[in-house]
């Protein structure tokens, strides 16, 4: 038996598309845990792990974020063979290796097979590398990374018996990537597979600095010299944070550049279409194109209200 379980902050949010998609993916037998969140992640989970631990048939507990939707009808099926290797002890559809802190998209990512469904600007996506299955890289595959993106992960049996959230760590931030160095430690495996989901979420991805730094420091003073490459770099204390004063003034340089060059764009673009409006053709085809508004408003005008000329002014 698969089951699901997921920590439930705004109901509303759950039902539109975390439900919906775990109806798609679920088999006949499989349990579904929803519940109110329990304060932080850590703790929601844990107490999802030990409802589910106790389970004699259980083939594996998948922990994914209420914004999160499963729309791959083989979700389960594809997880049952990447289950199969018992040295196996979690699962996801975003990874990297070369990971050494919690922000795991500074390794190298190998697999993602999500897109990112936002609704600023109108509503939009942003595919993951391997959502469209029909460009993946050829460097991209599945199979065993250091960590993996947590909004959704699937645990073994095994892992969901032995393994516990770090609760110490904070409310939110760092747990995903702490539980896959845990399972790393026990020498168990953390691999990627074709999971298909989608990630619905804001493009304001970190909506509070403060407790993601102090779940990096947490994390990297708890895991530091014990797993090879995780907050590993040379020097004492000091040399480090002056090391990651420069490289996070470097990088608000380069922040400040990107946005210089940003609005040197856009002014090059406007002088570009002042002087296409100066030109001969421009002027020349103006009655053109004044035509050519004036019929999308009649025909606008038929589709809707035959008292208005499509500008919200009557004719009458």
């Known amino acids: 038996m698969i089951a699901f379980g997921c920590s439930i902050t705004a109901p509303e949010i759950y039902e539109r598309f975390a439900e919906p998609g775990i109806r798609l993916a679920a088999e006949p037998d499989s349990e579904v845990l929803a519940y109110a969140s329990a304060g932080s992640i850590f703790r929601s989970y844990n107490l999802l792990l030990d409802m589910a631990a106790d389970r004699d048939d259980l083939e594996a507990l998948v922990l994914l974020h209420q914004d999160t939707e499963i729309v791959d009808p083989r979700f389960c099926e594809k997880l049952r063979e990447a289950l199969r290797d018992p040295d196996v002890a979690i ?3 975003a990874g990297a290796v070369g990971v ?15 897109t990112q469904r936002y609704r600023e600007f109108g509503g939009g996506e942003v595919p993951a590398l391997t959502w469209n ?3 993946i890289p050829p460097y991209a595959r599945t199979g065993e990374v250091d960590a993996l993106d947590g909004f959704v992960l699937a645990m073994s049996p095994s892992a969901v018996r032995e393994l516990r959230f770090d609760e110490s760590l904070g409310q939110f931030h760092g747990y995903d990537f702490d539980i896959c160095l845990q399972a790393r430690a026990a020498g168990k495996k953390v691999v990627t597979e074709n999971l298909r989901v989608i990630h619905h979420h804001s493009l304001k991805l970190l909506q509070d600095p403060e407790s993601w730094k102090l779940a ?11 797993i090879p490459g995780v907050a ?14 420069a490289e996070a003034a470097a990088a608000r340089l380069k922040h400040r550049a990107t946005g ?13 279409i002042e002087e296409m409006k100066r ?9 053109a194109r004044a035509l050519g508004r004036f019929i999308k408003r009649l025909r606008a005008t038929s589709d809707g209200d035959p008292s208005s000329n499509g500008s919200g002014r009557s004719l009458r």
């Open 91 to 93: 699962v996801g559809c």
């Open 100 to 114: 050494q802190s919690i922000a795991y998209w500074d390794g190298s990512v190998t697999w993602g097979s999500f």
């Open 133 to 135: 299955e029909d460009d």
């Open 216 to 226: 990096h420091a947490r994390v990297a003073e708890k895991w530091e010299g014990r």
């Open 232 to 245: 590993d770099a040379p020097g004492d204390w000091k040399e480090r944070a002056r090391r990651a004063e």
């Open 260 to 272: 210089l060059e940003r609005d040197a764009k856009l002014a090059g673009l406007e002088r570009e």
């Open 279 to 287: 030109s001969t053709s421009w002027v020349l085809t103006t009655p």
